[in-house]
């Protein structure tokens, strides 16, 4: 009896750890990608708000480029030769959550209700559990450079109780082309490594 509780003790474990070092988003591509065509050489553009804050552009973009690289593109020599242009785009939010979310809001009787700024579900009787949350979210726009048409774009979002998307820039990008060319169902949830 013993043997079958350590075995199970240990799948479930396994199990957990399964989920360490992996992050999943909510995905969402639309693609006007040409039939045929292949990714060729790329280089970025930077809306003027961007090229105000190089150092932290110039981290988004080194960042991104192992998941643009793995879909096909190879980097242009020069902005000028480049086949197409990308636009990277990243935001973390606060989630606001109102009491009138919940129907329960009133924080009476034995139902459980969501503090406003938390997100978590407590018991009634009027107790508050203030866990925020936060909305993280990398977004990019493929164009064509010679006609400036969008070819495709895609954002990759997810929520957690951190703040901190730095170390979640790349599996996120990975998230939002891992289907690329293609659009697919929107949304859908996608999960990929956590690299260092």
């Not at 009787?109 to 936060?134: D, E, I, K, Q, V």
């Not at 909305?135 to 774009?153: M, N, P, T």
């Amino acid at each position: 009896m013993w043997k079958f509780i350590t075995l199970g003790a240990a799948a479930l474990l396994l199990g957990a750890c399964a989920g360490i070092g992996t992050l999943s988003s909510d995905v969402w591509t639309y693609s006007q990608w040409p039939d045929g065509r292949k990714p060729a050489s790329y280089t970025f553009e930077r809306l003027p708000s961007q090229q105000a804050n190089v150092q932290r552009q110039q981290r988004l973009e080194d960042t991104a480029r192992r998941a643009i690289e793995g879909a096909g593109f190879t980097p242009a020599a020069d902005d000028a030769s480049a086949d197409v242009s990308i636009m990277l785009g990243a935001r973390v939010s606060p989630n606001e959550v109102s009491v009138y979310d919940d129907p329960f809001w009133w924080h009476g009787g034995l139902y459980h209700w969501r503090y406003a700024r938390g997100g978590l579900w407590g018991p009634g009787w009027g107790l508050r559990y203030a866990t925020p949350s936060y909305e993280r979210e990398v977004a990019l726009l493929i164009r064509d450079r010679k006609s400036g048409q969008a070819l495709y774009e895609a954002r990759a979002s997810n929520d957690g109780s951190s703040p901190s998307i730095d170390s979640l820039l790349s599996a996120m990008f990975d998230a939002a082309l891992k289907d690329f060319p293609q659009a697919g169902v929107n949304p859908r949830r996608v999960t990929t490594e956590i690299t260092r």
